[in-house]
């Protein structure tokens, strides 16, 4: 079964309407701290859709692409952003009663236009100061226009409380529509 949400506009960050989502107003506390520290200051993120899933809440937002670091254990590498990157993709999985992150799972993003595909590939299991542990990668798009996104959720694999018992046990896929205006 999938889950469909539409997200839009062309206003905010570069090629996004910013509005007042949850996200956004949840990252101003953070921003705010964040620059009190002399930290990093963590940038406005555009929600893509959210859809719920036996339980699970499936987030996907957008933001402006930053550095990252791919760590293997051993070695660190950084990964800058391409200057074709259009932004960078985010997918949170909660519980959604309680809002506690599901880790151990995997997730999969397919960008479709007009029966073209310009993104397909794994995001990665990240961790951030300001987005707790989700998966992400940097995502370059063609162009203008309305997006699907559908993202293929594998089953978390792991050892599980009696209350998980019964859920995730199969892969899923949610789907959204946005809408993408790059700026120059």
């Known amino acids: 079964m999938s889950a469909t949400s539409t997200a839009g506009g062309t206003a905010g960050m570069s090629g996004m309407d910013m509005g007042a989502t949850p996200a956004a107003t949840s990252n101003a506390a953070a921003s705010a701290e964040a620059a009190a520290a ?7 993120t555009q929600q893509l859709g959210t859809a719920v899933w036996q339980g699970m809440r499936i987030t996907a937002e957008a933001m402006t692409p930053v550095p990252f670091l791919i760590y293997n254990g051993t070695t660190m590498q950084e990964v800058k952003p391409a200057k074709n990157t259009s932004f960078h ?3 949170t999985l909660g519980d ?4 506690v992150a599901i880790p151990y799972a995997s997730v ?17 299991p990240m961790i951030s100061r ?5 998966y992400g990668n940097d995502v370059a798009l063609p162009g ?4 699907q996104l559908t993202l293929l959720i594998s089953p978390p694999v792991s050892a599980r ?6 859920v995730w046990l199969k892969p899923h896929k949610a789907t959204f529509t946005f809408h993408w205006k790059p700026t120059a």
């Open 38 to 44: 002399g930290v990093v200051t963590p940038v406005p």
């Open 89 to 91: 993709l985010m997918v």
């Open 96 to 99: 959604a009663q309680t809002n």
């Open 108 to 124: 999969w993003a397919t960008i479709t236009q007009g029966g073209k595909t310009p993104y397909d590939e794994s995001l990665w």
């Open 130 to 134: 300001y987005m707790g542990p989700h």
């Open 144 to 147: 203008a226009g309305a997006y």
């Open 161 to 166: 409380h009696v209350e998980y018992e019964d």
